[in-house]
Every structure is written in C-alpha cells, then in structure tokens.
C-alpha cells in the first residue's frame, strides 16, 4: 500500500470536518458505484489577498482563502446485484461475482497488474497535467490531497480528476467499480488579512464536490477518420496510449443533445447565493465548446460553438427575471457570479468583490438597476440554454455535461464595532444543477 496516499494528514483531515452535503439533482445520477470516476472540479490554493485597487472608496482587500481538494475513493470488495443505479454506471462490473454472493472478494483486487487505481488531473482545456496509479484492495479507502500530488504546480489553476482502472488504460474494461466522494476543503481568519501575514487559519470551510460514476467498458477499434473512440453509454471512457483522450458521463450526468438529426438546445439551472454574497458556478462539458475535439469533429453531425455563449435568465424569489448571456468555452468552466451590492457601506462589511484567483470568468449576469429588480439582494436562480454541440440522429445520448453552484454565505463573530470583524466565517454548500432537458430550437 501506498501509505502516502492512504491517509491524509492530521491537518487535512480536520479540515474535512465542517462539510456540507449536496442535495438531490435533477437528473444527475449521484452515489452508485463508477468503473471510472468524474471529480469535475479539483483545485488547490494557498491563499491570496487582492488589495483594493488604486482610488477605491473601499477599504477592506478581496481574498481567495487557502484551499485543497480531498478525493475519497472507496473499493468494495465486491459489488452485488442492482438495478439502479450500479448496473447503469458500473454495467461491466455489477455484480461482481456470478452467482452473486457477498464473498469472496472479487479476485482482480488480490493482487496482480489490475489491482490498481490510475488517476489523471486535467486543467480547465482538458490538457492532462498530472497522473499516478495508487495499488488497492478489497474494501480499499484511497484519500488523494491535490496540494500534495501538485507538489506546488498549478496553483490556482482549475481543472478535474478522472479516477480510473489501471486495467482500462489498454482498452480493456474496467476489472472493478469503485465509489467517490470530494470535497473542497480550507480556512481563513479576516485578521491575517487586514494584517497582511496570510489570512490562513481557523475556522473551517469545506464544500461538497459532487462525484460522477461512469462505465468504463473495451473501448474497441477507433472510428474511421478518428484516433480515439466516442463516449457512449457503455464506454464512457477512451483511451489513447494509456490516457483519456474523451470523457463523457452520458449515464450520469446532464444529457446535452437530442440526437434526432436536429440542432436543438438544451438547458439547466443553477442556485444563487443572497445577492449580497458571491456564488460560483462550476459548469463542466465534455469538450471545449469554442474548439471540437479532434474526436467529434471527424463524426457526421458534429459543430463547434464559435462562440461558446449560452443566453440566461436570472430569478428571484418573486419570480422577477432578467435575462443575459455567458461565454462557456471550456470543457471546465468557474464563474464567478459577484454580489450585488447596493451601497458602499454594504460592501464594507462583506469584503467578496474579487473573484478568486481560481476562477475562469466573473459574469455579473445582469445589470444591478431598477429595471431589474433579479439583480439586486434576493436569493434565486439562473436558467442556462445552450444549443447542442453534436447530433448523429442515433436517438441516444452522444454528449454530457454536469452543473452545480458553490453558495457562500457569512457571519462574523467580533469584539470590536463594526464594519471590521475579528473573524469571518465563509460556509460553502453544494447546489447541483437541475437538467431541464432538450427542447426544440425554433
């Protein structure tokens, strides 16, 4: 066993302690074991403190807090018979043994070239920077630190992680399914910041990072014209070389095209914070939609989005909306949505009007006025549309995405008056998108 990544650190793992669980989405498929995982976001940041900029009226300075991505990966020592959702995200490994029985153990974790995890971290282009392979067996914990496996690289930068079977990398189907869980995990203290000496500390924050199983079956020779193979609903996973060159969660994740021979578009929400606080948007797709892969660009059907925009519209809680529009050009996609502040002395006392470094984009999503009631303080959410990005009018899912939000929220505990606090608490929860489907395009 490697020990280096089996347990975490002391520190790590208190950190894990202030989590916030994800709710239900809305036809994601969360929680089922996967013969290869989607970790959609995974970043890692030693903190940074963003003064205001020259002739601000504002005093207090911008922070991203000190961040780690912690990925939990869980191998059963055997997977029994199920019909939702194992046999539709783990359909090449479920059940584990024939007949199915509880033991023994499945014999591809007792040792041998198998009886290993390989994982990959890929940026926001979907340009693999980093992999390793972890052994495993039978009822295995796995705990990744991306802080610890970057060594320093790629700070503030961010990307995701595909967790796969050391098996799969020829091609082969998976040998074994495995569970995930992630979660983003860090602290900041506002008094290191106001002082300057790092604002990393107590208390805690940690977010939920939604996890996605995937089938992971023989990838089969390439297409005519393609050097790697097509996700579908039984290989979401193709290699090249012993790496992914397409990755796709067409079970478990958002459906993004028709396939009826038309262009159509497709669409999901995703919840805002109180607009007097931030909110990310995480939107994971797979492929950079402003460049088709060089795998989708050789099938019948296939476009790129010049553009990458996808038109919104914005809803409070009075069902009052706006409408706008964002670029989404890259297979993984941070935006930050800022806070709507009304009046300067609101935005003292909530110093988050820099994005984080780690961010792609800050999107304002509609202009803070009268004529837009939405934009202003209430909670609520955003409704994407985008067109469809391939359509071979074979009437099954052929592309994916997945979508969820990071709402922070705040509070302060302080012994000195306002506006200052001694101590500013960032709570971070998971919002997983809603798919609203495919519609027609008229």
């Not at 991505?69 to 090449?92: L, M, Q, R, Y």
Request: glycine fraction near 10%.
């Amino acid at each position: 066993m490697n020990s280096r990544f089996k347990r975490l650190s002391t520190a790590s793992a208190i950190a894990l302690g202030l989590t916030c669980g994800a709710g239900s989405a809305g036809a994601a498929v969360l929680g089922g074991a996967g013969e290869a995982l989607l970790v959609p976001l995974a970043v890692w940041s030693s903190g940074v403190i963003t003064p205001p900029p020259a002739g601000s009226p504002f005093t207090v300075p911008s922070f991203t807090p000190a961040v780690d991505t912690i990925v939990e990966v869980i191998v059963p020592g055997s997977v029994g018979f199920d019909d939702i959702p194992n046999i539709f995200t783990a359909a090449n490994t479920t059940p584990t043994n024939v007949p199915t029985a509880l033991t023994p153990a499945d014999p591809d974790l007792m040792g041998g070239p198998n009886s290993s995890i390989h994982w990959y971290w890929f940026d926001r282009r979907s340009v693999e920077r980093m992999s390793g392979s972890i052994p495993v067996t039978p009822n295995d914990v796995v705990q990744i630190s991306l802080t610890e496996i970057a060594n320093g690289q790629y700070q503030n930068q961010p990307g995701y992680m595909v967790i796969a079977n050391q098996s799969a990398r020829n091609g082969d189907a998976a040998a074994f399914s495995m569970f995930g869980n992630a979660w983003l995990t860090g602290a900041i203290n506002i008094d290191g910041i106001l002082a300057g000496t790092g604002g990393i500390g107590f208390p805690l924050i940690g977010q939920t990072i939604p996890v996605l199983g995937m089938n992971d079956g023989a990838d089969g020779p390439n297409p005519a014209g393609t050097n790697c193979g097509h996700p579908d609903l039984s290989d979401s996973v193709k290699y090249r070389g012993g790496r992914p060159c397409a990755v796709s969660p067409v079970v478990a994740g958002f459906r993004t095209n028709r396939s009826d021979g038309d262009f159509d578009l497709w669409a999901f929400d995703l919840a805002l914070s109180n607009r007097l606080l931030p909110t990310i948007h995480v939107i994971w797709v797979d492929q950079n939609l402003n460049q088709p892969s060089a795998i989708n660009a050789a099938y019948p059907g296939n476009t790129a989005l010049p553009n990458a925009v996808a038109s919104t519209d914005t809803f409070d809680l009075d069902e009052l909306s706006c409408n706008g529009s964002v670029t989404l050009p890259n297979e993984l996609n941070v935006l930050w949505i800022p806070p709507a502040y009304l009046t300067p002395e609101q935005f003292e006392l909530v110093p988050f009007y820099q994005p984080f470094a780690w961010t792609t984009q800050s999107e304002l999503l509609c202009v803070v006025s009268d004529a837009n009631p939405a934009a202003l303080i209430s909670a609520g959410f955003v409704q994407y549309r985008l067109d469809e990005y391939i359509d071979t009018d074979v009437n099954r899912a052929e592309s994916s995405a997945f979508a969820f939000s990071i709402k922070v929220d705040g509070g302060f505990v302080s012994n000195d008056p306002l506006p200052i606090p001694d101590t500013f608490y960032m709570l971070l929860e998971s919002s997983l998108g809603h798919d609203l489907g495919t519609f027609k395009s008229f």
